[in-house]
């Protein structure tokens, strides 16, 4: 089956332990990229990638990294977590870029205390 | 102003009816237009695409309006499991990201 996998899917964690959120495709997708949704703020990007080893900043990327060292993976790292990275975080892929269909995986629901 | 604009609703709608709503976008340099639906905090799925012409799909329209810089979801016939959260989508390129607005939301009653 294509899909698009997070996990976990549910993190509480406290203030400044390092974190990793994976993310898997298996569509052999290009691009690929990382979102938090927030209510009434709609979907950010956090990153995005193009290829392997292409990656780029979206708007709110400040206390986050990323990483593509494979095609099938992205995963993201919360170095220090704070409490205003608790949200609700997507990871999608497409084809080729951002003006093919999105591809999300089930979503992560991270509280940091 | 925010960059894409929807207003959050909720619409509440009786099954059967019809039902639309609307979404503003400020970058007259916008190319690719979408729908997405999101259930209840669920991942979002693509609905349709928004093409200059319009385009239908079933119960569902979506036009673009380039002069007034909006696009439109018309939902016909409505059913209980329309009920969600409408998301617009605008792209200015393909190597540009994907501007979000915050959804509309859609519930249908019996």
């Known amino acids: 089956e294509a899909q698009v996998t997070q996990n976990p899917r549910y993190l509480i964690t406290v203030t400044g332990k390092k974190l990793t959120v994976t993310c898997s495709q298996n569509m052999n997708h290009e691009y690929m990229s990382w979102y938090r949704q927030d209510p009434g703020l709609g979907l950010r990007q956090i990153y995005y990638s193009m290829n392997v080893e292409v990656t780029d900043k979206g708007d709110v990327p400040e206390g986050y990294k990323v990483s593509r060292k494979e095609k099938r993976n992205f995963p993201l790292i919360l170095e220090s977590p704070s409490p205003n990275q608790t949200s609700l975080y997507f990871c999608?892929?497409?084809?080729?870029?951002?003006?093919?269909?999105?591809?999300f995986g089930p979503g992560t629901r991270l509280t940091v205390l | 102003r925010k960059e894409v604009e929807q207003d959050p609703g909720p619409f509440n709608v009786p099954e059967g009816a019809t039902v639309a709503f609307n979404c503003t976008y400020s970058?007259?340099?916008?190319?690719?237009f979408f729908w997405y639906r999101q259930d209840c905090r669920k991942e979002p799925k693509l609905l349709m695409s928004v093409y200059s012409s319009g385009n239908e799909d079933g119960r569902f329209t979506a036009q673009l309006n380039r002069a007034s810089q909006y696009i439109s979801l018309l939902i016909r016939d409505s059913k209980l499991s329309d009920s969600a959260t409408y998301l617009c989508v605008v792209n200015i390129g393909s190597n540009y990201q994907l501007i979000w607005g915050a959804g509309t939301k859609l519930i249908i009653k019996p």
């Open positions: 999608a892929s497409s084809f080729r870029d951002s003006a093919d269909t999105q591809y």
């Open positions: 970058n007259s340099a916008s190319q690719s």
